[in-house]
């Protein structure tokens, strides 16, 4: 497996497309927190 920059590692992260491991769990943490520290406007 080729390791990935950080733009295709946030991309996935933001798409859902991680299933299982520690990166999916912090996905779960990433999506949770993407919602607390939303702008007022969204």
């Known amino acids: 497996m080729n390791p990935l920059t950080l733009k295709e ?3 996935l992260l933001r798409s859902g497309e991680v299933e ?3 990166l999916a769990d912090f ?3 990433y999506q949770e927190a993407s919602r607390v520290f939303r ?3 969204d």
Do not use: C, F, N, R
């Open 20 to 22: 299982e491991g520690p």
């Open 27 to 29: 996905a779960v943490d």
């Open 9 to 11: 590692l946030a991309a």
């Open 39 to 41: 702008k007022k406007d």
